[in-house]
């Protein structure tokens, strides 16, 4: 019975670093305020170009963090925004880079990996000191847009 005491004591005691995650070991985890702020940077960077927009934020493992839709915006570019963010998430580049990877290789390989979207508009989010948190992708205006207003949102985190 003393040993089943000792093991309790030890969870009791380490329990709270098992589940502290990340965060307490020194690694950066993207949170709910941080995906907050980005949107605002986003969100304020399409309304300077006059563009409604939809934002997806997700953790590294594809997890929603964060979504937001500006008024005026499809309803396709819902989907649109999620796997572009989704994908960025998979892959610590941007949708755009790993578009053109897939073209250069013989049958777009990556084209055809379901759930992936190979549009612009798509980014990872790495902390301040390179550690891949998660991805962000928008949709509602041009696809170039998107991307600059993926990187606004970035811009802003880092601020």
Known sequence: MKTASH???????????????PALAGSSSL???????????AERAAQEKGYSIVVSIVDKHGNL?????????????????????????KFPVSTKVLAERSAGLPSNPYA????????????????????????????????????????AAIDQLHQ
Request: no cysteine; proline share 4%.
């Open 7 to 21: 093991f309790s004591a030890f969870i009791a005691l380490i329990a709270p670093l098992m589940f502290a995650g």
């Open 31 to 41: 949170t709910s305020q941080m995906a907050q702020k980005m949107v605002a940077g």
């Open 65 to 89: 963090k964060h979504f937001h839709r500006m008024d005026n915006t499809s309803v396709g570019s819902i989907e649109v925004s999620r796997l572009k963010a989704s994908t960025s998430a």
């Open 112 to 151: 055809a990996v379901p759930g992936f979207l190979l549009l612009e508009g798509g980014l990872p989010i790495m902390s301040k000191g390179g550690v891949h948190m998660g991805g962000i992708g928008i949709s509602g205006a041009t696809p170039e847009l998107d991307a600059a207003f993926a990187q």
